[in-house]
């Protein structure tokens, strides 16, 4: 599967939880690796995010696979304390955090194809409770509401997003601990506002 390849060769020990995107707590940086915020953020040549919510704080943005046309980045969110992974790493674990991957794909067809593994990935592996198309900034997603069903996972459940243009196909899942009592679905839509496809 290209989404795992992509994670396995960013040598930063991501894995996948069975879904569509989500990295586990394993692949979680420490505050010594997060890069410098800002407010516009450029994913590959045809999404530019504008995050206006003050409460995500850009962690990591890796464009590793760029000639296999992946991209990732991730946003932060409440307070942190230290987590012990299953590598046995200690890591800063957030009370939330939002990744997004960017596949560029050669087709149309490709894409869709990409997101549509993404969304089967999730409909397959969450405890989904509701499930919408929204469209935001023009653009039309896949809206999945859901909790994790892996015990072992810190975070308990989250939102995630899914849709594809032109050649391009994209995941953004937000995912929190159980004690995170922000509204998930308005801060997702509204990063989702501040996406832009050229």
């Not at 060769?9 to 979680?28: H, Y």
Request: contains cysteine.
């Amino acid at each position: 599967m290209k989404t795992k390849r992509f994670f396995l060769i960013l040598g930063f020990s991501l894995t996948l939880t069975l879904t569509g995107c989500t990295a586990s707590p394993s692949g979680l940086m420490d505050s010594a690796e997060t890069i410098e915020d800002s407010e516009y953020v450029t994913i590959g040549r045809h999404l530019t995010v504008h995050n206006t919510d003050n409460r995500l704080t850009l962690l990591d943005h890796k464009d590793t696979l760029a000639s296999d046309g992946l991209y990732y980045a991730s946003w932060r969110a409440g307070n942190s304390e230290e987590y012990e992974n299953s590598d046995g790493d200690t890591v800063n674990l957030y009370d939330a955090q939002l990744y997004l991957l960017l596949a560029e794909c050669k087709t149309t067809e490709a894409a869709e194809d990409n997101k549509n593994s993404w969304l089967d990935a999730g409909q397959a592996n969450y405890e989904v409770s509701d499930e919408k198309t929204i469209s935001c900034n023009g653009q039309s997603y896949t809206l999945l509401a859901y909790r994790f069903t892996n015990k072992e996972n810190p975070y308990s459940h989250g939102v995630s997003a899914f849709g594809d243009f032109e050649n391009c196909a994209v995941c953004i899942e937000l995912t929190c601990r159980e004690t995170y009592d922000e509204n998930l679905e308005e801060m997702l839509t509204a990063f989702l506002e501040g996406c832009s496809y050229e």
